[in-house]
């Protein structure tokens, strides 16, 4: 089981790593009263945020690596892999919706 882990990491990291620099953007533009300009994020910004994005997917991939070990692990009366699939969409389901819920809530809040 470890060894899939480290497995998971490590293809996490470099699919975040991938990932994350198609999806940050090294120029920004920016809209002043109607004027775009745009100017480059500093080297040292732009790969705090790439490494930052690819941490987050590795340790997103390693606990997905660990749910499916430790599904595989369980009984097999005790389970199916409908009821596991399931539950897994419901789990997203619920959680995007109260995120976007609070985050709907905090721009009423925030808005001026």
Same mark, same amino acid.
């Given at each position: 089981?470890?060894? $899939? !882990?480290?497995?998971?990491?490590? %293809?996490?990291?470099? !699919?975040?790593?991938?990932?994350?620099? #198609? %999806?940050?953007?090294?120029?920004?533009?920016?809209?002043?009263?109607?004027?775009?300009?745009? %100017? @480059? @994020?500093?080297?040292?910004?732009?790969?705090?945020? @790439?490494?930052? *994005?690819?941490? $987050?997917?590795?340790?997103?991939?390693?606990?997905?690596?660990? !749910? @499916?070990?430790?599904? $595989?692990?369980?009984?097999?009366?005790? %389970?199916?892999?409908?009821?596991?699939?399931?539950?897994?969409?419901?789990? !997203?389901? #619920?959680?995007?919706?109260?995120?976007?819920?609070?985050?709907?809530?905090?721009?009423?809040? *925030?808005?001026?």
């Amino acid at each position: 089981m470890e060894r $899939k !882990l480290v497995k998971a990491g490590i %293809y996490g990291l470099l !699919l975040g790593l991938l990932f994350s620099i #198609i %999806y940050h953007p090294d120029i920004i533009s920016l809209n002043n009263n109607g004027a775009y300009s745009g %100017y @480059v @994020v500093p080297m040292r910004e732009y790969m705090f945020k @790439v490494l930052r *994005t690819a941490i $987050k997917i590795c340790f997103a991939s390693i606990i997905v690596a660990a !749910l @499916v070990e430790y599904y $595989k692990s369980l009984p097999k009366g005790e %389970y199916s892999i409908k009821q596991f699939v399931l539950g897994i969409i419901k789990s !997203l389901i #619920i959680g995007t919706v109260l995120f976007l819920i609070v985050f709907y809530i905090i721009g009423i809040l *925030t808005h001026n």
